[in-house]
């Protein structure tokens, strides 16, 4: 069974930073791309970063400059640093991974449970 686990979420204060793991785990030959979302209260769930198995990456404009994807794919591990936070970064994080490789199959889509990223002062 494949599947995904976020962490590194918490409280933290305006201008801080924060780093977010993703870790996919099960029977896996590779994962094309991985990326991270996020979803406030009252907003719908917008793409935050994306990162493809070749390193090519791209973030929303809201965060550019600010955040950094990268990705370990011998681990098929997802990482997303987050630097100069501020209360509207608050939200629920959540990571997908795209055509996931696995013994038999390909999983088309699969989505983590999220964690909570909370920047108030």
């Known amino acids: 069974q494949v599947q995904l686990v976020e962490s590194g979420g918490g409280l933290v204060q305006p201008g801080g930073s924060l780093r977010l793991s993703c870790a996919a785990s099960?029977?896996?030959?590779?994962?094309?791309?991985m990326g991270w979302y996020r979803q406030a209260p009252g907003k719908r769930r917008e793409l935050v970063a994306h990162?493809?198995?070749?390193?090519?990456?791209k973030f929303a404009d809201s965060v550019k400059g600010r955040f950094t994807i990268s990705r370990d794919n011998a681990k098929n591990t997802v990482y997303l640093q987050m630097n100069t936070l501020s209360p509207e970064d608050t939200a629920a994080y959540y990571c997908?991974?795209?055509?996931?490789?696995?013994?038999?199959?390909?999983?088309?889509?699969?989505w983590g449970q999220g964690t909570q990223v909370t920047v108030s002062s």
């Open positions: 997908k991974a795209d055509r996931i490789y696995t013994t038999g199959r390909v999983i088309a889509e699969l």
């Open positions: 990162i493809t198995s070749a390193g090519s990456t």
């Open positions: 099960g029977s896996i030959f590779s994962i094309t791309a």
